[in-house]
C-alpha cells in the first residue's frame, strides 16, 4: 500500500479552482501549476521523488554553483542527480560571472545533464550576496544580462527561467526592470518570491508585486508566484489575486510532501484529500527515510532524515522523551520502533498548517563594497568566484 493510498478522499467540496491552462516551460508541460523551489540540503533526489509520488509539477533540484560544474568538483557531481524516471530534469545554477555562468550552461547542454535551467537570483543568504550573487545580482543591471545572455545564448535549445525577489530593500526594488532585461534575453519563464532580500523570510509576502510583475510581461511568458504558500487555498488565492501563471512553492511542503496531492486536486477542481493522521505522518516520515537512505548510503540517509522529524511532527502531540529519541534516530529499524509508541489515529492538527521552516528577522543585506554606487556598472565583483561550496 502506498503512502498515497492511506489518504482518504474528503466529502468536502473543494475551493473554486482557477481556470488554468498547463504550465508549460519551453517543451515541457505539466497539467498542475506547480514548481518545487529548490532548498539546499532539502530537494536531493530522495525528497524530490516524494514529492513527485504525490502528484504533477516541476521539481527543481538542489542550487548547484556554476563553477563547481564548470571545475568538475566532485561533490557538485553527486548533487546532480536524477531517477531514471524523472523528467524533466529541472536543475537550479548559481553564479556571478558571466563567463563561468556560459561554460557552465555549455557543459549542461553537451553532457545532457538536465533538460530544464533556473537561475537563482533571490537567495538573501549574507555569504551568497556579500559577494554579489544571489537577490543582489539584479541591481546591476548590465551585469544581470550578461549572465542571463550567457545562459540562453549557451543552452542548446534547454529553456532557461530566472527566480528573483522584489529588490534589495525597500530602496531598492528591481524586480520590474530585470524582468523586462530577462524577457528580452528570451527566458521561458519568470518565477518572483514577493519580498525583498531584506526581509529574508519574514513578515509577509506582498503578492501584489506579482500582480505588478503579471500585468508586465507579455501574456505568452509565464510569471510564477512565491512566497508563503502553505496550502492548496494559498495557492489558489495566490493565483486568484495575481492571475500569475502558477506558483512555487518551498517552506509549505518542508515535512509535508502529501501538498502536492492537495495542490493537484485543488488545480483540477477535486475534493481536497483529508489531512493525514499520525499513522499516515509516519508512514511518509518513514518512506522518506528510506529514500534518503537509499540516494546516500544508509549512515548519511539516516542522519539526513533528522532535520525532516520536526517538520513532520509540528503540531503532534508527540511526547518531549519520544521526540529527542528521534532526533537521534540512527537506523530504520530504531526508526520503526520509535514510530510504534505514536498513536495512528491522532488527526492531523490544525494548527500544523501555515509557516515553517526558517523565517527570522529582517536585516541589512550584505553587499560588495560601493555595491548600490552604479547599478549599470557591469563587472564581476572582485573575488565573486573565488570560493565555491560546491552546490
Known amino acids: ?43 536531493n533526489p530522495g525528497f524530490r521523488r516524494l514529492c513527485r509520488e504525490q502528484g504533477a509539477g516541476y521539481y527543481v533540484c538542489e542550487m548547484i554553483t556554476s ?12 548533487m546532480i542527480a536524477f531517477d531514471a524516471d524523472e523528467h524533466p530534469r529541472s536543475m537550479q545554477l548559481y553564479g556571478v560571472d558571466p563567463a563561468t555562468i556560459g561554460a557552465a550552461v555549455r557543459i549542461v547542454a553537451e553532457e545532457d545533464l538536465a533538460d530544464h535551467l533556473d537561475f537563482n537570483f533571490g537567495c538573501p543568504v549574507p555569504k551568497v550576496t556579500r559577494r554579489g550573487g544571489g537577490a543582489a545580482l539584479p541591481y546591476k ?9 550567457a545562459a540562453v545564448d549557451n543552452a542548446g535549445g534547454i529553456p532557461v527561467t530566472i527566480k528573483m525577489r522584489v529588490g534589495i530593500d525597500d530602496e531598492h526594488h528591481t524586480f520590474l526592470d530585470v524582468a523586462r532585461i530577462a524577457a528580452d534575453c528570451g527566458v521561458a519563464a519568470i518565477t518572483l518570491h514577493a519580498r525583498t532580500a531584506a526581509q529574508r523570510y519574514s513578515g509577509t509576502a506582498d503578492w501584489s508585486t506579482i500582480a505588478r510583475l503579471r500585468d508586465t510581461m507579455p501574456a ?27 506558483v512555487v512553492v518551498g517552506r509549505g511542503v518542508l515535512g509535508r510532501p502529501w501538498l502536492f496531492a492537495d495542490l493537484e486536486a485543488a488545480f483540477a477542481g477535486r475534493p ?63 526508526l520503526d520502533e520509535l514510530i510504534a509508541l505514536l498513536d495512528p489515529d491522532e488527526e492531523f492538527p490544525a494548527d500544523a498548517d501555515g509557516p515553517r521552516g526558517r523565517q527570522g528577522s529582517p536585516g541589512r543585506v550584505v553587499l560588495p563594497e560601493r555595491w548600490l554606487d552604479d547599478p549599470d556598472d557591469p563587472s564581476v565583483p572582485f573575488g565573486a568566484e573565488l570560493e565555491h561550496s560546491g552546490g
Open 220 to 246: 505568452e511568458l509565464p510569471v510564477l508566484g512565491n512566497g508563503d504558500v502553505f496550502s492548496a487555498a494559498d495557492a489558489l488565492a495566490m493565483v486568484a489575486r495575481t492571475g500569475c501563471d502558477g
Open 67 to 78: 563553477r563547481g560544474l564548470v571545475e568538475r568538483n566532485p561533490l557538485t557531481r553527486r
Open 141 to 149: 543591471r548590465k551585469l544581470f544580462e550578461r549572465i542571463v545572455r
Open 272 to 334: 481536497l484529500p483529508t489531512p493525514p493522521r499520525l499513522g499516515q505522518v509516519a508512514a511518509t516520515l518513514r518512506r522518506h527515510a528510506v529514500l534518503l537512505c537509499e540516494h546516500m548510503g544508509d549512515h548519511k540517509g539516516i542522519r539526513d532524515v533528522r532535520k525532516h522529524i520536526a517538520w513532520y511532527l509540528k503540531g503532534f502531540p508527540v511526547g518531549p522523551e519520544v521526540r529527542r529519541r528521534l532526533g537521534m534516530v540512527s537506523s530504520i529499524d530504531q
Open 1 to 43: 500500500m502506498s503512502v498515497q493510498d492511506l489518504v482518504r478522499p474528503d466529502t468536502r467540496p473543494p475551493a473554486p479552482a482557477p481556470v488554468l491552462p498547463p504550465l508549460r516551460i519551453g517543451p515541457y508541460s505539466v497539467g498542475t501549476p506547480v514548481v518545487l523551489a529548490p532548498m539546499a540540503g532539502i530537494t
